[in-house]
């Protein structure tokens, strides 16, 4: 049996639960750990038995509680080496300076070059001093499953990396992985295929568009989980500022609900048992306004057996799907 488990989507976390074979499998880790294992629990799954963490990636909404999640269940995270970087580079803000802060910079590194150069002859003990300073800031040795100079205090620590790369199929234990690239603006966004025990799952969220590329991707699965994140006229008319609405709406934003329907009735094969509707925004969007599209858009082809439409909320799991 195939179990998946939407914990939460929207743009305040989002995260999944595939569950094939005897591997279970975390997509994203947008919520804190707490709020993870909470929800985990509500749904009837054991955070202990996940084996390990896909992102799709680097937006906020996908990795808040990455890393202290990965650590605690001491799991690897399968990023690409793109949105890897970009993770680390997202966990270490810089400030920007002013000018004259700057000037004081230079001032303060001039004096240091300066006072290296002095040729005074430092005490012995002086000396030994300087060496145990030294000592104390620099890299511990390697733990257990570290690299050579990783420290578990560094922000970016991961018990295990691993890359993988959009357009090349990988497994993680019993279940395969068939990443595809979405339009989006992150450094390397990834949709997914996987498959279990013949059963396919496609999950795409975060993408301005349907490129064909993706929709080559949706052809034949069993669940598809597809974004549907705002309502045309309510995001125009609504409270973001100009360039926020430009951002969502461009084609790297995110998909509309007419966008969505628009799919569902004319690039979409109808083959799959469950359709989720995911990613909702909470200011541009209502639940039946994207009910409706889709609806609408499936027309006659939902029963029983085909087309059962689900909503995935931000603030509860959605009750466990089982294929
Ligand atoms: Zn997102
Ligand atoms: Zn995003």
């Avoid at 019993?174 to 603006?185: A, E, G, K, N, Q």
């Amino acid at each position: 049996m195939v179990r998946f488990t939407v914990l939460a989507s929207g743009s305040k976390g989002n995260s999944t639960v595939v569950y094939g074979g005897r591997t279970r499998i975390l997509l994203d880790a947008g919520l804190s750990c707490r709020e993870l294992f909470r929800r985990m629990k509500l749904a009837g799954e054991d955070p202990a038995a996940l084996d390990a963490i896909v992102v799709t990636h680097e937006h906020q909404d996908h990795v808040n509680g990455l890393a202290v999640t990965a650590r605690k269940l001491g799991i690897p995270v399968y990023f690409t080496e793109a949105t890897h970087r970009a993770w680390m580079r997202w966990l270490t803000p810089r400030r920007q300076m002013t000018y004259a802060q700057w000037l004081e910079q230079c001032r303060r590194q001039a004096a240091e070059r300066q006072a290296e150069t002095d040729p005074r002859e430092c005490e012995p003990e002086e000396a030994d001093a300087e060496i145990e300073e030294r000592a104390a800031g620099a890299p511990q040795p390697a733990d257990s499953n570290g690299k050579p100079g990783e420290r578990k205090d560094d922000p970016a620590w991961l018990p295990a990396v691993e890359y993988f790369e959009a357009g090349r199929p990988f497994r993680i234990g019993d279940i395969d992985l068939s990443p595809f690239t979405i339009p989006h603006d992150a450094a390397d966004p990834v949709g997914f295929v996987l498959a279990s025990e013949g059963i396919r799952m496609a999950f795409v969220t975060d993408l301005g568009y349907i490129s064909p590329n993706v929709k080559a991707q949706l052809k034949g699965v069993d669940l598809l989980l597809l974004e549907s994140n705002h309502d045309l006229e309510m995001l125009r008319d609504g409270p973001y500022p100009w360039a926020v609405k430009q951002r969502v709406l461009s084609r790297v934003g995110h998909l509309s609900n007419e966008a969505a329907a628009e799919f569902l009735a004319n690039g979409y094969d109808g083959q799959a048992a469950y359709v989720i509707l995911a990613h909702l925004s909470e200011s541009n969007n209502l639940p039946e306004l994207a009910r409706v599209a889709a609806e609408r858009a499936l027309e006659g082809r939902a029963s029983l057996l085909a087309n059962q439409l689900r909503l995935a909320g931000q603030h509860e799991p959605l009750p466990p799907i089982c294929l």
